[in-house]
């Protein structure tokens, strides 16, 4: 069964917010991940750096949604704790590009200084 890119992005928030384990059955086998952190091809490297990432994630608000063809761009703020115990909030656009119901690629935008010095110190 076929479903919409958009359909297909819904599901991933979905379950990556409920920290559930469907989000990776919505990965192709050669999804690539491109980011300020991290730039990985296949899905076992995504799912490996994605989920302790996923599971910092402490509250994420959805402002805007574009839908066009194949791809879902968001503007979102997402909030996760960091090792200090405290929490940063990412302001964050990402790309996803969805074919055949399925994740192709994932690009991440955001401002890594805050992260990096909440992370590294």
């Not at 379950?15 to 899905?43: F, H």
């Not at 490996?48 to 402490?58: G, L, Q, R, Y």
């Not at 991440?108 to 990096?116: K, L, M, N, P, Q």
């Amino acid at each position: 069964m076929a479903h919409s890119p958009l359909q297909v992005f819904e599901a991933f928030r979905a379950s990556m917010l409920a920290k559930t384990d469907a989000w990776k059955e919505l990965l192709a086998e050669e999804v690539n991940l491109i980011g300020p952190l991290a730039q990985v091809e296949g899905k076992s490297l995504f799912i490996e750096v994605n989920t302790p990432f996923f599971s910092s994630i402490t509250d994420s608000t959805l402002y805007k949604v574009v839908e066009t063809e194949d791809y879902i761009i968001t503007q979102i703020s997402t909030t996760v704790a960091v090792p200090s115990g405290e929490t940063l909030t990412l302001e964050v656009s990402e790309w996803y590009e969805i074919k055949d119901g399925l994740i192709q690629s994932l690009r991440v935008y955001f401002d890594t200084a805050e992260f990096r010095k909440a992370v590294m110190g």
